[in-house]
């Protein structure tokens, strides 16, 4: 007896099953909702059982399709390893990946991973979401994103954290500014100049205000931003310096912007994956990971 179906259809339960909507799913693999009804129907048909339980409100899987969906996953993965694996078919494979990543990662760090895997698999489409280490959290959990890059911090039980690296906070300043080419400055010398600051909703303010607790800034910041992105455009501007994890800082060769470490203390937070605790990658994901790890900025503190 042949079984009339194809890997499309499977792709697209699959999508199903991971969005637990049809219109998501139709969104993610980049077809028509009733495109995706008929691939659906189509495999049903195929295997002779109902797969999915079907309302207005919601969708979900039948006890045939709960036993079927590690099955099908599995054909799925070990289909794409081995076609990844095949550098002139690699090249061609198509599908998409979603990476959440904090702003200060995501500003310099990732474009050069993002290039590069565009380079490896130019047709598979990479989604950055850029986004509160808080909001990151919740991307990888809900499923909106394959993996996260973000720091340690209040972890969500449903969570697992891979340390990629520890890097330290520097002070940005322009390249014409009085701390330029200094070997450091400690935090209480570099609250004596006009000085831009996170609010009380970015984790990276957190981390500061914990570690910097016995310390009384000689001033106020004369600013504050949401993001660290967002801080770095003000002191190009020459609003005054900011303090910034080192992986938020662009190159050596920047034209404006350099930085110097902060010292007295030293503050350190420690950036790495954010998984989904019991979810398989798919291997366009964990190529994504790969990279990442492989790409890391020699930012750790020795």
Not at 233 to 248: D, F, Q, R, T
Request: glycine residues 6%; hydrophobic residues 45%; proline residues 5%.
């Amino acid at each position: 007896m042949s079984i009339n179906f194809d890997l499309n259809d499977l792709q697209a339960f699959r999508a199903v099953v991971e969005k637990g909507s049809f219109r998501k799913a139709a969104e993610a693999i980049s077809i028509s909702q009733p495109a995706l009804s008929r691939r659906i129907e189509k495999l049903e048909s195929a295997l002779g059982v109902r797969l999915f339980d079907r309302t207005t409100r919601r969708v979900s899987l039948t006890m045939v399709g709960r036993a079927f969906a590690p099955s099908a996953e599995r054909l799925l993965n070990d289909l794409d390893l081995a076609l990844l694996g095949i550098s002139d078919v690699a090249s061609t494979r198509l599908g998409h990946v979603t990476v959440a990543c904090v702003p200060s990662a995501a500003y310099y760090f990732m474009p050069s991973v993002v290039a590069r895997y565009h380079r490896l698999y130019p047709r598979i489409r990479i989604k950055v979401l850029d986004a509160s280490a808080r909001d990151v959290q919740e991307a990888v959990v809900s499923g909106e994103a394959d993996v996260g890059l973000s720091f340690l911090g209040n972890l969500q039980a449903e969570l697992e954290f891979e340390l990629l690296l520890q890097e330290h906070y520097v002070a940005a300043c322009r390249r014409d500014h009085p701390l330029a080419g200094r070997a450091s400055v400690s935090w209480e010398q570099y609250y004596t100049f006009d000085h831009i600051s996170v609010d009380k909703t970015s984790g990276n303010r957190a981390v500061l205000d914990l570690a910097l607790r016995h310390i009384t800034p000689a001033q106020p910041s004369i600013c504050e931003t949401r993001h660290v992105t967002t801080m770095l455009g003000l002191v190009e501007a020459g609003l005054g310096i900011a303090a910034v994890p080192s992986m938020a800082m662009p190159g050596a060769g920047h034209q404006l912007l350099t930085s110097v470490p902060l010292v007295e203390p030293q503050v350190v937070r420690s950036v790495g994956l954010i998984k989904r605790r019991g979810r398989a990658l798919t291997p366009a994901a964990l190529e994504l990971e790969r990279l990442i790890v492989e790409m890391k900025m020699p930012l750790a503190v020795g």
